[in-house]
C-alpha cells in the first residue's frame, strides 16, 4: 500500500505517510493515486484543483475557508518545514471549534488531509518552505473567508519562538475576523 494513515486529535483529520523508495541516488513515491488515497483513507473525494505557494520564514497564511464552496485539501510539503493547521468549523460537529497542528517537511514527505468544512493554515518553520496542496472544489474569491490566526477560543498553539516578533502576515489575514462560536 503506497499510503499509512494515522489518526490525529480531529476524526476526520488524517495524516499520510506515502512510501517512501530511497537509496544512494535519492527517493521516489507516489505523490498522489486517487484509487490508493480511497483505498487508505475509506474516502471518496475527487481533486479537481492543485495549489502551490511559496513563503519565507515566519510567514503565517490563514486560517482560510470557503463558506458554500468549502474545500477538502490534500497538504504536502516539498521543500522545507511547516506546522500546518486545520479547525473544525461545521457547525453541529463534535468537534467544533477544536483544531489540530503537524509539522510537514520535505524529509518526511507526510501530507495531511484536511477535510471540507475546516479552516486551513500554516507557518513556515524553515528559511523558506513550499506548499501543494490538491483541493475537492475550485477557488471562488467572492466565497473566501479567514479567522484570524491567534483567535483567543481556538487557541491554536503555533510554534514560534524562532520568530523574532509577530508572525508575516498578509493585509486579507491580517484583518481576518474572530471565529464565532454559538
Do not use: C
Not at 468549502?70 to 477544536?98: E, H, M, N, T
Amino acid at each position: 500500500m503506497p499510503y499509512s494513515v494515522e489518526p490525529t486529535a480531529l476524526d476526520e483529520v488524517l495524516l499520510l505517510q506515502p512510501r517512501v523508495f530511497a537509496d544512494s541516488r535519492g527517493f521516489f513515491f507516489e505523490s498522489f493515486n486517487q484509487r490508493e488515497f480511497n483505498n487508505a483513507t475509506g474516502l471518496d473525494v475527487l481533486f479537481v484543483q492543485d495549489n502551490h505557494s511559496k513563503s519565507l520564514h515566519g510567514v503565517l497564511r490563514g486560517l482560510h475557508f470557503q463558506k458554500q464552496h468549502p474545500q477538502g485539501k490534500l497538504v504536502r510539503v516539498p521543500q522545507g518545514r511547516i506546522f500546518d493547521v486545520a479547525v473544525d468549523i461545521r457547525p453541529g460537529s463534535k468537534q467544533y471549534g477544536q483544531w489540530t497542528g503537524h509539522v510537514l517537511d520535505s524529509e518526511k514527505h507526510q501530507q495531511l488531509w484536511v477535510p471540507a468544512g475546516f479552516a486551513h493554515g500554516f507557518v513556515v518553520l524553515s528559511e523558506t518552505a513550499e506548499v501543494i496542496y490538491k483541493t475537492t472544489d475550485y477557488w471562488v474569491a467572492s466565497d473566501e473567508d479567514a479567522i484570524i490566526w491567534n483567535d483567543p477560543s481556538i487557541a491554536i498553539d503555533w510554534p514560534l519562538k524562532d520568530i523574532q516578533g509577530e508572525p508575516l502576515l498578509s493585509g486579507k489575514d491580517a484583518a481576518a475576523r474572530l471565529f464565532i462560536q454559538p
